[in-house]
């Protein structure tokens, strides 16, 4: 994180410990940490937990968790605004953000991360990132984890810690193919009754029309609006701003006076209730029953006396859809508790109400009109983006709770009507983000209701990725991280010390830059890395135990040839000196491994170095590092070698990462080895041409490391290193890598 130890880092006191346990933590690592019931305005650092203190958390605890975040982010909203800094969220669904489904009553607090994803658009200086820890995680290893995500995590949006302790990061993935039916659910039956809130109106109204026409069914539409009568004279009138001309006429014929806003509120509810009466008539007509009941979903008294009528008619409900929404659009810092309250809580008072009234029902669908806002954030929807979050998460743990039913929550883009007016139509189009038509959308709701894609829970739909999309819309992507090196801590330093300096490894800036590159854009996968370049070593004397901070630069250009996007990266000290530059290109599905000879056991010349001597004498390697097994073949343009990966115990977190970098350095070990052999002399990689990584690899076993010497010369060599996994698939492939022979020193 950018300026962690330039100012102090406020952890709001949440009352269980943890907060405490992260300050020592951080005092422990030379970070000013204050620990604050109420964080001040001027706070550039901030963690803002949101785990419930004690064991007697319940739903409505775990609720409130949303609002205090809220109101913290707020605080800060005006200094993270101008002036920049850090905001992490933490809380505490599961480790996953509630993905599995197991989060408990704090399932109900998962609104956090669309808080973080929501404040990093509206604060652009900021630093914002969204943490989830298991709860069965000590207090200790929590804290501990946050110290990690401070000082070493990268530009992730949300990354959780699991039990086990596996970091994850959240992304998309490509919805699985359309129309795949299972078994193991049960689907509406004709003539099942379905309580839908929000259904008489708007995309939802769209969207039960085009179900009804799939199967007949009995709808219970609850919105606020009366159905006030049909006034005399306007049936024929569509338009709003004719209608509010001819209110406003009749009103001075009458010798009335009323204030424009006064109008206004007339003409919306004589054409909502228009609206409400042609969903009825509609979904009749389609062979469907409707009825319509004017209650407040946020109402839990009213609304179960208002249904009960209908349930004692109809019998048992047995789907459930929530479509109520309402929208009021203000940056964090602006919002008031009362606003938010109200986009919040039609949605997650709302769905909390629905669920507790068919709590004995036995359901056969849920479904949730959620947004996009949800997964992206937007400017000026945190409340908004918070409540569809929850919704999202809740809906999956339902899924777990009710297995035959089924349960999706519908992540929606914009749609072509609805709550998106001509004034947010106009927004979306200059963003270059088109809308969902209204028709498709009701027609892609439906089929997923009747079973389409069962598995899959939370769907966004009518994006683009969301990468590509931002990209595409011209949004420059530039960052600069601050990378904390801690000696004597970190054992990818220690356990790679060159004669007595500490070394950071190539292939460790290979990861750092591809896992930057790759959070930029979560959707897209990486293509290749380019061009790494060693400038200058970053090099540590063995005594010296300084924490010594490092810059990483990074900008994204559009890559033509590759049809991408392109991340260009440098890490720098903190005067500007560059210490490693290189690319990763973005875009397509990982390249296609080019065929490379696949390597031939026990060759001609047999490599003969003794494997004691390998790590004594040749190579410098600790023991996280040490994955040479066993030295086959050797000639004088290359050899193969058999790597395997170290044993979990043995394997540190850091090393077990997305570009496999402690197998990789295996393969540069055996370049190393090769130089000895027909050079006598030691030498260390300095760029790598090209780099390529199977996302799908094993991560045990044999792996077999083929090297091509394809220039030599008595200063330096250049080859290619191909990777194979026990069924002799290529799996990565480091290709151009130029390496120096040096005599004595650095
Ligand atoms: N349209 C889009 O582009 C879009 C995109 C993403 C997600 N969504 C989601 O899709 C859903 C429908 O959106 P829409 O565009 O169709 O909005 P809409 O036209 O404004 O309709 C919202 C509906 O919710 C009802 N409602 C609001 N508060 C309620 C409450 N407290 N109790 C009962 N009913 C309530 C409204 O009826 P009353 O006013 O009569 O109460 C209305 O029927 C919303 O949940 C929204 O978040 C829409």
Not at 402 to 427: I, Q, T, Y
Not at 706 to 731: I, S
Request: aromatic share 8%.
């Amino acid at each position: 994180m950018p300026g962690l130890r330039d100012y102090p880092v406020y952890v709001n006191n949440d009352g269980c410990g943890l907060a405490e346990k992260l300050a020592d933590k951080l005092r422990g690592r030379e970070v000013e940490a204050i620990v604050s019931r109420r964080i001040p305005s001027s706070a550039r650092n901030v963690v803002c937990l949101g785990i419930a203190g004690g064991q007697s958390h319940d739903v409505a605890e775990a609720t409130e968790l949303n609002l205090d975040a809220f109101r913290t982010a707020r605080n800060v909203a005006g200094t993270m605004e101008k002036e920049g800094g850090f905001f992490l969220t933490v809380q505490s669904t599961g480790g996953d953000f509630g993905l599995s489904g197991r989060a408990g009553h704090q399932v109900w607090s998962a609104g956090l991360a669309a808080l973080a994803k929501t404040a990093a658009r509206e604060w652009p200086r900021a630093f914002v990132k969204a943490l989830d820890l298991d709860f069965s995680l000590s207090l200790e290893t929590m804290a501990e984890c946050i110290c990690d995500e401070l000082f070493g995590g990268g530009l992730e949006k949300e990354v959780g810690y699991l039990a086990d302790g596996t970091r994850i990061a959240v992304g998309l993935a490509e919805s699985g193919p359309k129309g795949e039916q299972e078994k193991g659910y049960d689907t509406l039956a004709p003539c099942d009754t379905v309580l839908v809130s929000g259904g008489a109106r708007g995309v939802t109204a769209d969207s039960l029309l085009a179900l009804a026409k799939k199967k007949p069914l009995r709808f219970i539409l609850l919105g606020r609006s009366s159905l006030t009568q049909e006034e005399e004279g306007l049936s024929g009138e569509e338009d709003e701003k004719q209608l509010t001309r001819l209110f406003s006429e009749r009103a001075l014929r009458l010798g009335e006076s009323p204030a424009p806003p006064e109008i206004r509120k007339k003409v919306r509810a004589l054409l909502a209730a228009r609206e409400i009466r042609r969903t009825i008539t509609q979904l009749k007509q389609a062979g469907s029953d409707a009825c319509y009941l004017a209650v407040d979903i946020t109402q839990e008294e009213a609304l179960q006396r208002a249904v009960l009528p209908l349930r004692e008619k109809w019998g048992a409900i047995r789907g459930l859809i929530h479509g109520a929404g309402v929208l009021a659009d203000k940056r964090i810092k602006d919002k008031k508790d009362e606003q938010f309250q109200r986009i919040f809580s039609t949605k997650v008072k709302g769905f909390r109400n629905l669920l507790r009234l068919t709590e004995g029902d036995d359901l056969k669908l849920i479904a949730c009109f959620s947004s996009a806002a949800a997964r992206e954030g937007n400017i000026g929807q945190c409340d908004y983006a918070m409540a569809n979050e929850i919704m999202n998460k809740v809906a999956r743990q339902q899924k777990k709770a009710r297995e035959n039913a089924l349960v999706k929550s519908f992540n929606w883009g914009p749609w072509e009507g609805g709550m998106v007016d001509a004034a947010l139509k106009k927004h979306f189009a200059s963003q270059g983000i088109a809308l969902i038509p209204r028709i498709a959308g009701a027609e892609f709701f439906a089929e997923e209701a009747c079973g389409a894609n069962p598995r899959e829970v939370e769907v966004v739909v009518g994006m683009a990725r969301p990468g590509a999309a931002s990209f595409m819309a011209g949004e420059t992507r530039e960052f600069r991280l601050h990378l904390v090196l801690e000696p004597g801590r970190n054992r990818f330093l220690e356990d790679h010390q060159i004669q007595d300096h500490r070394v950071v490894p190539m292939v460790l800036v290979n990861e750092w830059f591809h896992r930057l590159a790759q959070s930029l854009y979560p959707g897209l996968p990486v293509s290749h890395g380019e061009d790494l370049r060693v400038l200058k070593g970053v090099r540590i004397h063995q005594l010296d135990n300084d924490p010594r901070t490092l810059v990483i630069k990074g900008k994204a250009v559009r890559a033509e040839k590759e049809q991408g996007i392109r991340v260009h990266l440098q890490v720098e000290d903190p005067k500007g000196a560059a210490h490693y530059a290189g690319q990763f290109v973005l875009g397509k599905q990982a390249a296609l491994m080019k065929p490379v000879d696949p390597p031939e056991h026990g060759g001609s010349t047999p490599w003969e170095m003794e494997r004691a001597r390998i790590y004594g004498d040749y190579l410098f390697h600790g023991p996280s590092f040490q994955v040479v097994r066993q030295l086959h073949s050797v000639h004088a343009a290359g050899g193969v070698g058999r790597l395997e990966w170290p044993s979990r115990k043995e394997r540190d977190r850091d090393l077990d990462l997305a570009t496999a970098p402690v197998l990789m350095d295996g393969g540069l070990q055996l370049a190393r080895l090769w130089g000895y052999q027909y050079y006598r002399k030691p030498s260390l990689p300095m760029k790598i041409g090209r780099f390529c990584v199977s996302p799908k690899r094993q991560k045990e076993g044999p792996v077999h490391c083929q090297l091509t010497v394809l220039q030599q010369n008595k200063h330096k060599f250049v080859a290619d290193l191909a990777f194979f996994n026990r069924e002799q698939a290529c799996f990565a492939l480091m290709k151009q890598v130029e390496i120096y022979f040096y005599n004595t020193g650095l």
